[in-house]
């Protein structure tokens, strides 16, 4: 993997807008921020042009939506493929709430999305796989998620980057798999919103391959997140939330090269 992609990000400061989750959307722009790219968030259509215009990557979140927001995400995915920008959508409860299928569905029928990012609940949804999700949980299953993977990526024609305990990232034909991490992800809600955008500034930065993009923001981020759970004696939420923004900023490709673990 193309760690130093981390070093390209902090010395360009790619700007990555952002159609956020209003539950998350502070975490999402100070990590980032923290990360060395620059958050840009939007919530009216009206600068949409102008806004995909100044941006490097464009990361839309699904994570709480009312009927006017998904005109301007339609609006905002339209314009990132009219202007060539790369496109992470992050499908939340996609794999719990039928509705929130339906739109993502309908949304990515009307542009190109380049990279999913989402947990197995989600992707089993986009996959049509059968799976017991839960809430904005990944839920259980029996089914391989590495098929999963490659299902919801070939029918997509995109990278998917399924979150878990061990990440799965594939272009439906190539598999690469994340082993670092820390089981405080899941207490961090905001976790999975600030990976997705995260991936964006890697986009930003990878000379249009995604599929390496993805692999290396999973990387990155699992082993920051590593790196402080190892700090912490106990499970401390709020503790790690705020050194995650900490360590986002200091770590170093090094540090990230001393523990990674992929395949």
């Known amino acids: 993997m193309k760690i130093d992609l981390l070093n390209q990000i902090r010395e360009t400061n790619p700007v990555v807008l952002n159609i956020s989750n209003f539950v998350t959307v502070q975490d999402v722009a100070n990590g980032i921020n923290a990360i060395g790219a620059s958050p840009i968030m939007s919530e009216e259509i009206a600068e949409t042009d102008e806004m995909v ?6 990361a839309l979140n699904l994570g709480a939506f009312s009927k006017p927001q998904v005109d301007h995400i339609l609006a905002m995915g339209k314009a990132a493929n009219a202007q060539h920008k790369p496109l992470v959508i992050d499908p939340v409860a996609v794999g719990a709430i039928s509705y929130r299928k339906k739109v993502a569905l309908d949304l990515m029928n ?3 999305v380049d990279v999913i990012r989402g947990n197995a609940g989600e992707i089993a949804a986009l996959a049509d796989v059968a799976w017991d999700a839960k809430g904005i ?6 089914q391989d998620v590495v098929e999963i993977a ?9 990278v998917v980057i399924l979150s878990g305990a061990t990440d799965i990232i594939t272009d439906g034909e190539h598999v690469a798999k994340v082993f670092n ?7 961090h809600v905001g976790s999975g919103d600030m990976l997705s955008s995260i991936v964006g500034a890697f986009c930003a930065v990878s000379d249009g391959d995604y599929f390496e993009a993805a692999q290396t923001a999973c990387l ?17 939420p709020g503790t790690f939330s705020a050194r995650l923004m900490d360590e986002l900023h200091l770590a170093t490709v090094a540090d990230i090269e001393k523990i990674a673990q992929f395949d």
């Open 53 to 58: 215009g100044i941006s490097n990557a464009v």
């Open 110 to 112: 009307q542009f190109q």
């Open 137 to 142: 949980d990944a839920g259980s299953g029996n």
């Open 150 to 158: 490659k299902a919801a990526a070939k029918k997509q024609n995109c």
């Open 181 to 187: 991490g820390t089981p405080l992800f899941q207490l």
């Open 220 to 236: 990155v981020f699992a082993s920051i997140g590593q790196i402080v759970a190892d700090q912490l004696k106990e499970e401390r």
